[in-house]
């Protein structure tokens, strides 16, 4: 599978962290190494990754360059400067891979990622060119008006919580951001507004994204769990 084909993945890890009360996220201890080494071996030991790029903020381009290159990621071809919005950051990354024919980008602060969600994400992305990660929604969601009255209560069957990885056919992603206008939450809200299908493919409850402290504490428990 996908041996004819370049396969890319780029690592967005160039967030500010604001509500992680001054911890660094990316390189926060997990399991003897630091997040980010976790999120780029899991790409690095993939069969199905040719290319990896990484995109961090400018004050850690320094140090993450220093860190990852004692390494020996053979994978890894370029560590590049992010940008003030993620999308920027993720273009950054884009414009850094070599010629492939697939793009997966992830989230640099999802450390949990497995091998079964980058082999899954490739597998469903061939039906229209788009995947995306996610997980079904399992509280109760309101919607509420302006002033925090609810408007309605979502049936939650059909709601997902989006993750990463999100896999695109190259061309398809590269011309989401050829025609981006304003700001946008995530990769594959660029693919749909191109009227491309993004189908959503099951991720894992366990790839959290560390967004607080809390999180962190969350993910070294799971990261032993997964050990054990």
């Known amino acids: 599978m996908f041996k004819s084909q370049k396969v890319g993945a780029i690592i967005v890890a160039a967030g500010r962290g604001e509500r992680m009360g001054g911890i660094d ?3 926060a201890p997990l399991g003897g190494a630091t997040v980010l080494e976790h999120v780029v071996g899991v790409f690095e030991t993939s069969p199905y990754i ?3 790029t ?10 993450g360059e220093s860190l990852l290159r004692q390494k020996s990621l053979v994978k890894l071809k370029a560590i590049c400067q992010g940008g003030a919005r993620r999308q920027d950051s993720t273009l950054a990354g884009i414009s850094a891979l ?14 949990l990622l497995n091998q079964n969600q980058i082999t899954a994400g490739l597998e469903t992305a061939q039906e229209t060119g788009a995947a995306t990660a996610a997980v079904p929604i399992t509280d109760t969601i309101k919607l509420s ?5 609810v408007k309605e209560t979502l ?8 993750q990463t990885p999100q896999v695109f056919r190259s061309d398809i992603i590269k011309s989401g951001y050829r025609q981006i206008i304003g700001d946008v939450t995530d990769d594959a809200t660029l693919v749909e507004a191109l009227g491309v299908r993004v189908k959503i493919y099951m991720g894992s409850y366990n790839n ?3 967004t607080t402290p809390a999180d962190l504490v969350l993910a070294q428990t799971l990261f032993q769990q997964k050990g054990t």
Not at 98 to 111: F, K, S, T, Y
């Open 208 to 210: 959290i994204k560390l």
């Open 54 to 63: 990484v995109v961090l903020r400018s004050d850690n381009l320094a140090y």
């Open 145 to 149: 008006d302006k002033n925090c009255y």
């Open 98 to 111: 070599p010629p492939c024919q697939w793009i997966l980008i992830h989230d640099g602060a999802r450390p």
């Open 25 to 27: 996220k990316i390189f």
């Open 50 to 52: 040719d290319f990896i």
């Open 155 to 162: 049936p939650r069957q059909q709601l997902w919580a989006i």
